[in-house]
């Protein structure tokens, strides 16, 4: 009976340690991504200062906000005096539904990745010198209710891979140097015109069947 006993003890503990390391991979991933971005950013004000590699649970770490389950749900922080470049390893916070980077001096593109975030409910990138395209993968986020992207540098045409996220209610993309036409099917049909104004380049509203949408984009 002791020895049944010493068997049912080392399978429990042998258990519970496998539970341990999958929570302790799963924290790690969501630790690494967020430290990927910490060492990609300037941070003169010691914002990030509670983002220590060494603990494998990013929940304690200042501006970020988990659920129950111990995932990252929002990164909040917008107007931080952050300066660097966004990093794909963002795409790997499947749980996230806020990215709040809003008026920094943050520089580069938007990463392809973000498109992986299938939970995201905002976007708020307003108000830095992000250059480069809008990715067309952001037609993938779903649950996407909030894209502001207004005052950076961005080029080429708003994607109409857009068009397909139902639950779309604030687009801004205001202040760029975007080109083409404005979207007027699906959630576009009640964005406000004045969203997309300062976009020297950036035609008025799309014409349904009479002129290509990318016009004045080469």
């Known amino acids: 009976m002791g020895r049944g006993f010493g068997s049912m003890a080392a399978l429990v503990a042998l258990t519970v340690l496998s539970v341990m390391r999958v929570g302790l991979v799963r924290g790690n991933s969501e630790g690494d991504a967020l430290y990927t971005l910490r060492r990609s950013l300037s941070d003169p004000d ?6 220590d590699p060494n603990l494998v649970n990013p929940c304690t770490w200042f501006h970020i906000t988990c659920n ?3 995932r990252v749900t929002r990164v909040d922080l917008g107007s931080s005096n952050l300066s660097g470049h966004l990093v794909p390893e963002l795409g790997k916070l499947e749980h996230l539904q806020y990215l709040e980077l809003y008026k920094n001096n943050i520089q580069g593109t938007i990463p392809v990745e973000l498109g992986n975030l299938k939970n995201l409910i905002s976007l708020d990138l307003y108000n830095n010198n992000i250059s480069g395209v809008i990715p067309p993968a952001l037609g993938k986020l779903k649950s996407l209710v909030f894209l502001r992207l207004n005052d950076n540098q961005l080029t080429g045409p708003i994607p109409r891979e857009l068009v397909g996220i139902s639950t779309l ?3 801004d993309v205001s202040n760029n140097n975007l080109c083409g036409t404005i979207p007027t099917t699906g959630p576009f049909e009640h964005i406000q015109l004045n969203n997309f104004e300062n976009n020297p380049r950036l035609e008025g509203p ?4 009479l ?4 016009t004045n984009c080469s």
């Not at 799309?206 to 069947?209: I, P, S, V, Y």
């Not at 002129?211 to 990318?214: I, K, P, V």
């Open 206 to 209: 799309e014409l349904q069947g």
């Open 68 to 70: 129950q389950d111990g």
């Open 46 to 51: 010691n914002v990030l200062q509670s983002w």
């Open 169 to 171: 209610k604030v687009v």
């Open 211 to 214: 002129a290509s949408y990318d």
